[in-house]
């Protein structure tokens, strides 16, 4: 065996990964797109994100294949999760092959997709039968005049129900986010409560964050986790549940005498830092630590060099090694106002 050959395979069978902080790199949000068919208020405004803005071309995206090596690679280093996120991942061409690629990992537990669902109705069993097992859909509203007004483009919500729909009879597992911002969307957390609990499908709530630099956040505009439950409270019994894994951000809770589940995600109110395993990979190949990151790592760069998978490792591995990322713990009014951040558009969410 050559030297090279040796320092390959001692790579390898490299333990995983664990932060400065003890986290361990378990779970993987992959960006396949930073395009969107919706403009989102608090996510891609139109007035920032109009027909004049610049997306990424086309050869500037990770190929398929190139995903995949990485992928392999995070695997090996300790993750065992995937979710695919944008933009809205169903426009990248045939995305049903790249989830194919995924599902022969070795190693790899679960993928997932974020998606708003408008196009969910027609490619859900592709995307079933090439070996995606879970979806959550993005959805903020039940009424069309609240939630048109939200996605800024005329969007209904009846072909997002069809495609929640289409998802569970093909058996994706499905759940609903909602992001709850205050004077937008917070008269429809009973209604949104209601509806799927009686479909039986678990319904999350999202504390609106501080994303990017586009969304105008300010905390006066956040509903926190401890007034949504207060409010389901008065209609619901509730009941907790134990988290399911180290590093699930939910916090979640079943409706008594029922195997449905509604759960919270309270990056504002409570944070979840201190058990965070998540990496992010944008759709240009760039890695980030946090949701909240200034800056990522080039590794299509890397990639595209003709690094050898080992060279990839020593590359990435001190990225992880040293992540202190706490953002949400030491969230101030000084750190909203002045930090650059990513948009959730490019980063994914």
Not at 124 to 133: D, I, P, T
Not at 162 to 180: D, P, S, Y
Not at 237 to 261: C, F, H, I, N, S
Not at 277 to 301: I, P, Y
Request: charged share 30%; hydrophobic share 35%.
């Amino acid at each position: 065996m050559s030297v090279t050959e040796r320092r390959d395979k001692a790579y390898m069978e490299i333990t995983p990964l664990k932060d400065k902080l003890g986290r361990p790199f378990q779970d993987l949000r992959i960006s396949v797109t930073d395009r969107c068919n919706f403009r989102c208020r608090y996510c891609m405004p139109r007035e920032i994100f109009g027909p004049d803005f610049s997306f990424l071309p086309r050869e500037h995206l990770l190929t398929f294949e190139e995903i995949e090596r990485l992928a392999k690679i995070f695997v090996q280093l300790g993750v065992r999760k995937i979710r695919l996120t944008g933009g809205e991942p169903l426009l990248r061409k045939d995305l049903h092959l790249l989830i194919n690629k995924l599902a022969n990992i070795e190693g790899l537990d679960d993928i997932a997709l974020t998606t708003n669902a408008y196009m969910l109705e027609k490619q859900a069993e592709k995307l079933q039968e090439a070996g995606l097992h879970r979806v959550n859909v993005s959805l903020d509203a039940l009424e069309d005049e609240t939630f048109q007004s939200i996605n800024d483009v005329g969007a209904t919500t009846n072909r997002v129900l069809k495609g929640i729909q289409k998802a569970k009879e093909t058996g994706l597992e499905v759940k609903v986010n909602m992001v709850v911002k205050k004077g937008m969307n917070d008269h429809d957390v009973i209604p949104m409560a209601k509806y799927f609990k009686e479909q039986g499908i678990t319904l999350r709530y999202i504390e609106f964050m501080d994303v990017g630099q586009t969304n105008g956040w300010d905390f006066s505009q956040v509903v926190t986790k401890k007034e949504l439950f207060q409010q389901l409270n008065e209609h619901f019994e509730l009941q907790p549940v134990e988290p399911a894994y180290m590093g699930e951000v939910a916090k979640r809770y079943r409706y008594a005498d029922t195997d449905t589940e509604v759960g919270f995600i309270t990056s504002v109110s409570e944070s979840f830092c201190s058990s965070c395993t998540r990496g992010r990979l944008s759709a240009d190949g760039k890695f980030f630590t946090c949701l909240f990151a200034t800056d990522g790592l080039d590794l299509k760069e890397v990639i595209r060099s003709g690094a050898t998978d080992a060279e990839i490792i020593s590359s990435f591995s001190p990225t992880w090694r040293n992540r202190t990322d706490r953002y949400s713990d030491e969230r101030t009014e000084e750190s909203v106002k002045n930090r650059p951040k990513i948009e959730m558009s490019y980063i994914g969410g």
